[in-house]
C-alpha cells in the first residue's frame, strides 16, 4: 500500500517543503559538544510532519520526521568522527495530536499508522506518556506492535497492562521493560529508568503505580544498585514542580557522585534544573517545534559537571546549519522514504479535505480570553452552541455548555481549514453529556466554583498544568510590551531582522541562552482551565441543561452537589446530549460558516 500511495502529490509536495518557503533565522553559534551527547524529543503527539501553517512562529517548527531521521543521521557521524557519545531518546505522549495520528478509517487504532514511521528512528531509549494509556487499545498496541520494535530499550517502570497469559489467564505485565542497562559505543556503561508522573485517569486494565511507591520496589532497589558510569532517568514528567526529585533522591542515596542525566516532559515547554551539580535534567518542549540536545562532560572526579543543553527549532535550517550540509547534502535516502511515507499517510486519511476559509488567526494563548482572537472564546461561545444544536430535540431549552480549555490543543491558523487542522486542534473523542433541570441560579455558579484555585488545584497539579503557567508567564509583561510596539501587530506583521518564537528563560546556568535561534518572543495569556458558553437570558428559577464533556462528568456531579442541598446528584441523572463529538464540532461549523 505504501509503495502506491507514493504519488506525484506527494513528491512536488516535498520538493517545495525542502526550500523553505520564508526565510528562516539560523542558529547563532555551533553545539557544544561533550563525551555523552543526547538529542531529545517528546510529546511529539503525531506532528510527524511538522508545522505547515505560515503564522509566525510556524515556519521555524517545519521540518518532518523523515528531515529529523536525516539530521539524526548526520549528528550520530559527526559523534563518530568526534569519537564521542550519541543517544537518542523520547519521553512519552506519542499520540493525539493531528490527522496522522488520529485520522485513521472507522475500526482503526490511534497511531498505529503514524508509530510505524517513528519505529524507523534509532531511538536508543522510549518511555510512555498519559497520552498512551486513555484508550486500552492504544496500550495494547504499543505493547503489541511498537515495544518490540526497541528491544528492551521502550521503559515503563510504573505501567503495566493487563493481558491474557499463555493459560488464557488476565495477567498485569510491564508494557515495556522496568529498566535497562546497557553499554555504549564508547563503553560507557549505563543504568535506564522510565517513570511517568502520578496519572489516574488511565483506562481499565492499565496500571500506574506511583513513583512514592515504585522507589521502594525490590526491583527498582536491584535495579539501581551497581553503579554505571552515568544514570540516564528517562520520564513522561516535568523537571519542574513534580515527582523527579523522589526518583533522584533515590538514586543519590545510593550513589552519591554518579552523574545523573533526566529527560522529562509532559508540559510541552522548554525546561531545564539542576538537582545538583552532577546532574541535570531537560524537558524538550512539544509538538515537533523543540529537540533538546543535552551535552554533557563528565569527568571521573568529585567536582560538579559541565553540562550544556541547547533548544533547537525542529527545521531544515537548524539542522542543516549544526551538521553543516546544505540542501543538496542533507537529505538520507531513509530520510526521504519517511517524508514521502507521511505525505502518503495524509494522502490516504485524506487530511486536506477543505471544510472551509477561516479568515483570521484564532489562538489559544496569544490573544486574550474572551477576545475575537481567541479560539476558547469561538470554539465555546459560537463553534460548540452550534454543532450541538444541530437536530437536537434539546435545542429550545436554554443551556450552558461546559468544557475544560485543555482539550482544545492547538491554534487555529488564517486559511484552509482542513480535516487535519481540525483534529490538530481538537483530536478527543469525548462527548457531550448533560443534566437537565438545574435552575439557572444555581448552573451559572458551577463554572466559578470549578475554576475557584481549591477546586482546580489538584487536578492542575495532576496534569502538570500548574507549572506549566509558571513558566509560561514568566516573560508576559515583556510579550504584552512587544506586542504595542509601534508597526506591529500580530503575527503576520514580522519583518525586519527579529522573528517570533521560544524566548526561553530556565533554570539552569546561562538562562538565557539556551535557545538555539535567537527570537522575539510571541504573545503569551493565561486562559482558564475550565470555560463555557454564554449564560442564557433567563431568570434564575428556570430550568436549564447543564452540558459538559464526558471527560467532566464527576468533577460536576461533585460541584453541583456542592453548590446545592435540594438534590444529591449522580450519574444517574446524566444523560448523552448530542451524538456529535468534540472532534467533529470545528468541521460542522466551518463548513456552515466559512465558505
Ligand atoms: N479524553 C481526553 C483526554 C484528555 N483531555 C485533556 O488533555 C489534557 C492532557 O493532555 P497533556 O498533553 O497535557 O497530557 C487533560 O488535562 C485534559 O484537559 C481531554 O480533554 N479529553
Known amino acids: 500500500a505504501d509503495n502506491h500511495l507514493h504519488t506525484r502529490h506527494a513528491h512536488e509536495y ?198 512514592d511507591n515504585m522507589v521502594r520496589e525490590q526491583w527498582f532497589i536491584e535495579a539501581i544498585a551497581e553503579e554505571p558510569d552515568v544514570f540516564v532517568l528517562i520520564g513522561h514528567m516535568p523537571v519542574s514542580n513534580d ?41 524538550s518542549g512539544r509538538y515537533m517545534e523543540t529537540i533538546g540536545a543535552d551535552l ?111 482539550a482544545i490543543r492547538f491554534d487555529l491558523f488564517k486559511g484552509s481549514f482542513t480535516k487535519n487542522d481540525q483534529l490538530t486542534i481538537m483530536q478527543y473523542k469525548d462527548s457531550f453529556l448533560y443534566i437537565a433541570n438545574v435552575t439557572s441560579g444555581i448552573a451559572n455558579q458551577v463554572l466559578p466554583a470549578m475554576n475557584k484555585p481549591t477546586a482546580t488545584k489538584r487536578k492542575r497539579d495532576e496534569t502538570g498544568i500548574l507549572s506549566r503557567e509558571i513558566n509560561d508567564t514568566r516573560d508576559s509583561d515583556l510579550l504584552e510590551e512587544i506586542d504595542h510596539r509601534p508597526g506591529v501587530s500580530g503575527r503576520e506583521a514580522t519583518s525586519g531582522n527579529w522573528t517570533f518564537g521560544y524566548v526561553t528563560r530556565d533554570s539552569c546556568p546561562d538562562a538565557d541562552k539556551a535557545d538555539d535561534t535567537l527570537h522575539t518572543a510571541l504573545p503569551y495569556y493565561t486562559a482558564p482551565y475550565y470555560i463555557g458558553s454564554n449564560p442564557p437570558n433567563v431568570t434564575a428559577d428556570t430550568p436549564i441543561d447543564v452540558v459538559f464533556l464526558n471527560y467532566l462528568g464527576k468533577e460536576i456531579i461533585d460541584i453541583l452537589n456542592s453548590l446545592q442541598k435540594d438534590k444529591n446528584y449522580t450519574m444517574n441523572d446524566v444523560s448523552s446530549y448530542s451524538p456529535t463529538l468534540t472532534d467533529e464540532i470545528l468541521g460542522l461549523y466551518a463548513l456552515a460558516m466559512w465558505n
Open 14 to 211: 516535498l520538493e517545495r517543503r525542502e526550500y523553505p518557503q520564508v526565510p528562516l533565522t539560523p542558529p547563532y553559534r555551533p553545539l557544544v559538544w561533550g563525551d555523552l551527547n543526547v538529542i531529545h524529543t517528546t510529546d511529539t503527539h503525531g506532528w510527524l510532519l511538522g508545522h505547515q501553517k505560515l503564522s509566525w512562529a510556524e515556519p521555524y517548527y517545519s521540518g518532518d520526521l523523515g528531515e529529523f531521521f536525516s539530521f539524526v543521521t548526520h549528528m550520530k557521524q559527526v559523534a563518530i568522527d568526534k569519537d564521542v557519545d550519541l543517544l537518542l531518546i523520547d519521553s512519552g505522549d506519542l499520540h493525539d495530536g493531528t490527522g496522522l495520528s488520529d485520522g485513521y478509517p472507522l475500526g482503526g487504532v490511534d497511531a498505529y499508522e503514524s508509530n510505524k514511521f517513528l519505529e524507523r528512528l534509532p531511538y536508543d531509549l522510549m518511555t510512555i506518556g498519559n497520552h498512551e494509556l486513555y484508550i486500552y487499545a492504544d496500550t495494547y498496541d504499543m505493547y503489541t506492535n511498537f515495544v518490540p520494535h526497541l528491544a528492551g530499550r521502550y521503559l515503563t517502570s510504573n505501567v503495566n497492562i493487563t493481558v491474557f497469559n499463555s493459560d488464557g489467564e488476565p495477567e498485569s505485565v510491564p508494557v515495556g521493560s522496568r529498566y535497562t542497562k546497557f553499554t555504549t559505543r564508547k563503553g560507557r556503561r549505563i543504568t535506564s529508568l522510565g517513570v511517568i508522573f502520578n496519572f489516574t485517569q488511565n483506562d481499565v486494565n492499565t496500571t500506574v503505580q506511583t513513583v
Open 296 to 406: 554533557d562532560a563528565a569527568k571521573d572526579n568529585q567536582d560538579n559537571i559541565t553540562f550544556t543543553r541547547r533548544y533547537l527549532d525542529q527545521n531544515r535550517v537548524t539542522y542543516e546549519y549544526h551538521t553543516q550540509t546544505s540542501n543538496q547534502t542533507f537529505d538520507t535516502d531513509d530520510g526521504r522514504s519517511i517524508s514521502y511515507g507521511l505525505e502518503a499517510l495524509a494522502a490516504c486519511f485524506n487530511l486536506s479535505y477543505l471544510y472551509g476559509t477561516a479568515h483570521q488567526d484564532y489562538t489559544m494563548n496569544q490573544n486574550p480570553y474572551p477576545s475575537n482572537g481567541s479560539l476558547l472564546s469561538l470554539f465555546i461561545e459560537d463553534a460548540v452552541p452550534y454543532a450541538l444544536a444541530i437536530n437536537n430535540t434539546r435545542d429550545s431549552i436554554p443551556n450552558i455548555i461546559i468544557i475544560n480549555s485543555w
Open 243 to 283: 515527582s523527579w526529585p523522589t526518583v533522584f533522591n533515590a538514586v543519590r542515596a545510593v550513589h552519591p557522585l554518579t552523574p545523573i542525566l533526566i529527560l522529562g516532559g509532559h508540559t510541552h515547554i522548554r525546561d531545564c534544573r539542576q538537582y545538583d551539580g552532577r546532574s541535570m535534567a531537560l524537558e
